[in-house]
């Protein structure tokens, strides 16, 4: 199966919605969980599901996540035709970046066609879940289609930012509609809350010979090239056989929980890490047969000491603590930090995501905060208290998250 499916994985989102987390790197390369990077669920899956040719179409201040593959992703043997290959934008017959997720496939056209894979697998780096793309492989030769896009189920009005899709009784895609235009249809319907429906997931699985076939008929600029589903999938509905395949089934290795996240927004991603606090979170990190790689520094073992001054001891309670995290004489609840954290003596962090290498100055206290890496917080600052303070230096979500980037003290 590894050698008859290709991957292509889009990591070309700006990512506006988590700006200005995406400021300074892609959206598949924000950091998530503690120690991973969006794009780590991604390639976790193509890893355990036996899929191992994987391109990772890049583009946006990509550098991040390229350093990232390098350091963490190297772990594919050449020699039996395995690969995780980042490919930004070869300009082979123009001068253009890639355009939209279309044009990226349409510009990375000749490494699909020397390649002997007979299917493309093309999915969004940018989202967070666990899926055995292997059953849906099997699914796809089962029903003959040509194209099998993956879909979740929600309740009510589910989310008014995924495009809708709607399924026949054999799970042939009857319809997809835009985000807004679906919400509203089913508004005037007065849809029941526990009526299922489905959305897409930003994952298509194409015959390779009926994609080239698109790729020859569809001419370059004719179509918006926003989204997969709505620009390419959606047109070819109603006259070829494009089926859904229903995410968290009990086929696959992966336990059903059903996890999708694409962390569209400051509040989406920050409730998502938060989630993953809980007593029983849902999202799975602990599946022993589905664990998670990423790059992590040699760093000594996260650790909590007495304040220096105060001599109070330093306590974390109900957090994720990384690897070369010290606490010293401050006190963290309810919070993620990452690798390389240093808390000061008197620090209260509360509810918070600390990424790497952050510095919290003796006596501060963070409330409701995702602090930038390497930033350093003054001692005895106060941020997450006075929402038009924090306005004027920072940037507020609507659910009144801070974010803390580089160079705020500048």
């Not at 894979?117 to 289609?145: F, I, K, N, P, Q």
């Not at 996260?302 to 603590?321: D, H, I, K």
Request: with cysteine; hydrophobic share 40%.
């Amino acid at each position: 199966m590894s050698e008859d499916t290709l991957i292509l994985v889009l990591a070309i989102d700006r990512g506006a919605g988590p700006e200005p987390l995406t400021r300074h790197r892609t959206k598949a390369a924000v950091p998530f969980g503690g120690k991973y990077r969006v794009i780590d669920f991604t390639l976790a899956n193509c890893l355990h599901s036996g899929l191992r040719q994987v391109l990772v179409l890049t583009q946006y201040k990509s550098h991040s996540l390229h350093k990232h593959l390098r350091d963490g992703w190297s772990i594919f043997n050449p020699e039996l035709g395995e690969f995780i290959t980042p490919v930004p934008p070869q300009m082979r017959q123009t001068q253009e970046w890639y355009a939209g997720p279309f044009d990226a496939i349409r510009q990375n056209r000749y490494l699909i066609e020397r390649n002997r894979a007979r299917r493309v697998l093309v999915v969004d780096g940018g989202s967070v879940y666990r899926m055995d793309y292997a059953e849906l492989v099997r699914a796809h030769d089962e029903t003959g289609a040509r194209v099998t896009m993956a879909v979740r189920a929600v309740r009510g009005l589910g989310s008014s930012t995924q495009v809708g899709v709607t399924l026949d009784e054999r799970d042939r895609v009857a319809g997809i509609l835009p985000p807004r235009e679906e919400k509203r249809e089913r508004d005037v319907e007065s849809a029941a809350e526990d009526e299922e429906h489905f959305e897409a997931m930003g994952v298509y699985l194409f015959d390779k010979a009926f994609l080239m076939a698109e790729l020859d008929r569809i001419e370059c600029g004719s179509i918006p090239d926003r989204d997969l589903a709505l620009d390419i999938v959606a047109p070819l509905a109603a006259e070829q056989s494009v089926f859904g395949y229903r995410f968290g089934q009990a086929r696959g290795r992966v336990t059903p929980d059903g996890y999708w996240c694409d962390l569209s927004t400051l509040d989406a991603y920050y409730q998502a890490n938060m989630q993953l606090l809980r007593a029983e979170p849902p999202l799975d990190l602990y599946q022993a047969d589905w664990n998670i790689l990423t790059y992590q520094g040699q760093y000594p073992p996260a650790r909590t000491v007495p304040g220096a001054v105060t001599g109070n001891e330093g306590v974390f309670v109900n957090s994720m603590l990384a690897a070369g995290t010290v606490i010293s004489g401050g006190g963290v609840n309810h919070s993620i930090l990452y690798p390389r954290v240093q808390v000061g003596d008197g620090a209260i962090v509360e509810a918070s995501i600390l990424f790497d290498g952050v510095r919290v100055g003796e006596g501060a206290h963070l409330n409701r905060c995702i602090v930038e890496k390497d930033v350093v917080i003054p001692p005895r600052e106060q941020i997450g208290f006075d929402a038009r303070l924090d306005r004027e230096r920072f940037t507020l979500s609507e659910d009144g998250i801070v974010v803390v980037s580089r160079g705020a003290w500048e």
